[in-house]
């Protein structure tokens, strides 16, 4: 098993972010190394997507825990590598501040192989992306005057 974890404190509300975190159609925005995203369904447990990460191949995943303004979990099966991808997405509001903590584990029969070096580029990716999550929220807020 591979595992790594980032989170970052910001002043944009749990509301808001839940807003970007369901609405498929801002990952693109707010996560650069993803071309595409989308869902075949709501943003409900049980419901498969696909994601395509800047220069690879479409991938399918699953939401396997949802629950909103809270947290949501996914997973991303890739058989041919012999490994699944699990992300979860943690909302903890506190004294007027968002903490948010984006979680990723590799785990399979290959998870001990290929988990650093297909790890490594999330480890690289994730500040990124939580940075640019955060952003859109505060912008969307200021935007709406709140």
Request: aromatic content about 8%; charged content about 20%.
């Amino acid at each position: 098993m591979w595992q790594f974890e980032h989170t970052l404190i910001t002043k944009a509300k749990p509301e808001t972010i839940w807003g970007l975190y369901s609405d498929i159609t801002t990952w693109t925005t707010w996560d650069k190394g993803i071309v595409s995203a989308s869902l075949e369904g709501p943003f409900i447990q049980g419901t498969r997507g696909y994601l395509q990460p800047e220069g690879q191949e479409p991938l399918s995943f699953e939401l396997t825990d949802v629950k909103p303004l809270d947290r949501f979990s996914d997973i991303t099966d890739i058989p041919k590598a012999g490994i699944q991808v699990h992300f979860t997405h943690l909302l903890v509001e506190s004294n007027g501040e968002t903490q948010v903590t984006h979680k990723v584990k590799i785990t399979g029969p290959n998870a001990e192989r290929l988990g650093p070096q297909f790890g490594a580029h999330m480890t690289e990716g994730i500040p990124h992306t939580m940075a640019g999550l955060a952003a859109l929220a505060l912008e969307k807020e200021r935007g709406q005057g709140e």
